[in-house]
Nanobody
Framework: QVQLIESGGGLVQAGGSLRLSCAAS????????MGWFRQAPGKEREFVAGINRNGISTYYVDSVKGRFTISRDNAKNTVYLRMNSLKPEDTAVYFC??????????????WGQGTQVTVSS
């Protein structure tokens, strides 16, 4: 099992940047595929980005391609989400997720508690 703790959320103006971090702890934390999801008020949770266990393969939802970058440092058991050119529609609670195989739009086994990102216009 793995525990996930997100950090780095906050309030930023449109066009600004934030970097979210997700610290993973527990047994074999570095052997999990990781990802980020978000949930805006009144909307369903949405997949944002995923990364495989060795960090070579990354994938994104179309709405964030070219603006967001997911990366990981397995030595630190940490996954990051760099968010540039933020838009008000990026406002949401962002959740870190992990899975022994792959994190996709419909698959993730472990979840963090979430961190709020608010983008003002």
């Amino acid at each position: 099992q793995v525990q996930l703790i997100e950090s780095g959320g906050g309030l930023v103006q449109a066009g600004g940047s934030l970097r979210l971090s997700c610290a993973a702890s527990g047994r074999s934390a570095g052997s999990y595929a990781m990802g980020w999801f978000r949930q805006a008020p009144g909307k369903e949770r949405e997949f944002v980005a995923g990364i495989n266990r060795n960090g070579i393969s990354t994938y994104y939802v179309d709405s964030v391609k070219g603006r967001f970058t997911i990366s990981r440092d397995n030595a630190k058991n940490t996954v990051y989400l760099r968010m540039n050119s933020l838009k008000p529609e990026d406002t949401a609670v962002y959740f870190c997720a992990a899975d022994p195989q792959v994190v996709t739009r419909t698959q993730a086994t472990y979840w963090g508690q979430g961190t709020q990102v608010t983008v003002s216009s």
